[in-house]
């Protein structure tokens, strides 16, 4: 049984988008993500790969190191003049909102969030 050309090229770009796309874990992650509040640190967060660029009063790059789930990740600053409320913490993905809970204090750190 043969397959028209249409069909072994739709099968074709399938399995590049699949090799293409691969086992990032970071699909749901990446993107631009503006901040919810009203007078943010950080006005936008860029999440391409594992690297990060924050825009803002605290403009910076950054990387992440992803977790298997795709969702969760430690995020790391690397500002030439470090906030040092907002230098490491944890990323999560919640209800489609990007979350990030800061390294701090012993009463915890900074919550920024984003969509």
Not at 50 to 77: F, M, N, R, Y
Not at 85 to 94: A, F, M, P, T, Y
């Amino acid at each position: 049984m043969t397959m028209p050309g249409a069909v072994r090229l739709s099968g074709a770009a399938l399995c590049a988008a699949v090799l293409l796309t691969g086992c990032s874990g970071n699909e749901g992650l990446e993107g631009e993500w503006e901040a919810l509040a009203d007078d943010p640190e950080i006005e936008v967060l860029t999440i391409t790969g594992d690297k990060v660029e924050t825009q803002g009063e605290i403009a910076c790059p950054g990387t992440l190191d992803i977790a298997e789930d795709g969702l969760t990740a430690a995020i790391e600053l690397d500002c030439e003049d470090p906030d040092p409320q907002r230098q490491s913490g944890n990323v999560e993905l919640k209800d489609g909102t990007l979350v990030i809970n800061w390294e701090g204090a012993e009463w915890g750190g900074y919550i920024d969030t984003f969509s």
